[in-house]
């Protein structure tokens, strides 16, 4: 996924629903799970805590 943003285009992911939809749409973009880390990140700020809660309640 090549696109740039700068920090004042990124949107921020802080509820469960944005940051389950994000993830569920990396994946199926074919991103593993240390890549869909990366790419999240690079993308959007999101909150990391519930990042990881949503994570760890889908493995």
């Avoid at 869909?36 to 309640?57: A, H, P, S």
Wanted: glycine letters at 4%.
């Amino acid at each position: 996924m090549e696109r740039f943003f700068e920090d004042y285009q990124k949107q921020r992911l802080t509820e469960r629903f944005d940051i389950l939809t994000a993830i569920n749409i990396l994946k199926s973009q074919g991103y593993d799970d240390e890549d869909m880390i990366k790419e999240i990140i690079r993308v959007f700020y999101v909150d990391l805590d519930t990042y990881n809660e949503v994570i760890g309640q889908a493995a």
